[in-house]
């Protein structure tokens, strides 16, 4: 059976929308998207992928509705709203699911009704404990969709939102559904920033993957959301690979073997050989273990000649919605693209010797034709691994 994502809604630090998003991705002159600021860390400066767009009002949902995940998932589907109200209509509302990465869901705003109570002693009237729940992007959705389907969170950290895809495909094998929308959404929030400095993981410069300079992560915002069906269209989900290393809490498990795995059944479901992969979108995080690991596990897989890049130094590691919104970039890679241009990888140029040499795609690099198979990469806390497979229609 053929999985198609047939239609991409997108919002990200790049901007909102697919045009916006497309322009700044392929930019060559100047990395983009990257603000720097003490909001979510009070007396430290850093680098966040922080979404810019206006996003949707959410004053006419129910309150406990009203986050801003939700509002970042309001905004990538205004994009394919009217895409997925005609599917909805065409299938039924019992037979569109919803699959969707999350992991901060309300923290911000529970962030902000634990600092009311500590000032005025008591919880303020725009809070509502549901807006934390884990599950609330997808109760969102259905409620806001009018579903009645399948409709469920994945929460595995950086892989959740790819993983999302592996999950919408599963659900149209087992004819469950005939329309996923599946994507991912993450807010940023003092909360993981903190968590992530507890870990020493946060770079104070934009991030540098591949570098011997690199010294950590930047963090980010945003949400992708896809109309994922058996309907043909430009673009296949071809193929995907999902793995559990299970070797350590927060670091990958240095063989690679995990995520070699991923990638091979990747390839495998999709019945496409290693040199046919025309990109890689990496993982690429920039801290010292994980991109070590990812650069091996490149090279013994695919070989050191496929055009590869990180796009986090341009979003941040959006989390739990860094899967979908770096399959997003897959997609405008393979749709409209006659060139073939690349999203270049942005970072000083100081190869790490210690690591394989990989081909990092220089600002204004294309292939001078279409793309026609794309790999992203996610590789999460505890070892769980995904790698999504796109091609052509």
């Not at 140029?349 to 034709?369: I, Q, T, W, Y």
Request: charged residues 15%; negative net charge.
């Amino acid at each position: 059976m053929t999985i198609f994502l047939n239609q991409l809604g997108l919002v990200c630090s790049l901007g909102h929308g697919q045009r916006a998003v497309r322009e700044t991705l392929f930019r060559a002159d100047a990395p983009q998207g990257m603000t720097r600021t003490e909001a979510f860390s009070p007396g430290r400066p850093l680098y966040v992928g922080e979404v810019n767009a206006a996003l949707p009002d959410s004053s006419p949902w129910p309150l406990w509705h009203r986050s801003r995940n939700n509002a970042l998932l309001a905004a990538a589907l205004q994009e394919i709203r009217p895409a997925v109200d005609a599917a909805v209509a065409r299938v039924g509302p019992a037979r569109v699911a919803i699959v969707l990465g999350g992991s901060t869901s309300g923290v911000r705003e529970g962030e902000a009704a634990v600092r009311a109570r500590l000032s005025t002693g008591r919880w303020p009237d725009d809070y509502d404990h549901r807006q934390e729940e884990l599950a609330s992007a997808s109760t969102f959705l259905a409620w806001l969709l009018g579903t009645a389907g399948p409709a469920h969170v994945i929460s595995t950290a950086c892989s959740s939102g790819a993983k999302a895809l592996a999950s919408a495909a599963r659900l149209l094998q087992a004819d469950l559904a005939d329309v996923v929308v599946a994507g991912g959404a993450d807010s940023l929030c003092s909360f993981t920033l903190a968590g992530f400095m507890a870990l020493e993981s946060v770079s104070a410069q934009r991030c540098n993957p591949l570098s011997v300079n690199r010294d950590g992560i930047n963090l980010g915002e945003g949400a992708a959301l896809f109309l994922v069906s058996r309907e043909p269209g430009a673009v296949r989900l071809a193929g995907w690979g999902e793995t559990s290393d299970a070797h350590h809490i927060s670091s990958p498990d240095p063989t690679a073997r995990g995520a070699m795995a991923a990638m091979n059944l990747a390839l495998a479901r999709a019945g496409v050989a290693a040199p046919q992969i025309d990109y890689v979108n990496l993982h690429g995080s920039a801290t010292p273990q994980n991109d070590a690991m990812e650069s091996r596990a490149i090279a013994q897989t695919l070989g050191l000649h496929v055009p590869v890049s990180s796009t986090k130094p341009l979003t941040g590691h959006a989390l739990a919605a860094a899967g979908a919104i770096e399959a997003a970039f897959g997609w405008l890679a393979l749709v409209d693209n006659p060139l073939g241009r690349l999203p270049p990888h942005w970072w000083d140029g100081e190869a790490d010797p210690a690591l394989p040499r990989l081909h990092a795609v220089s600002p204004g690099d294309a292939l001078g034709r279409p793309l026609r198979h794309v790999l992203s990469n996610s590789f999460a806390f505890g070892g769980s691994n995904a790698s999504l497979l796109l091609g052509t229609g």
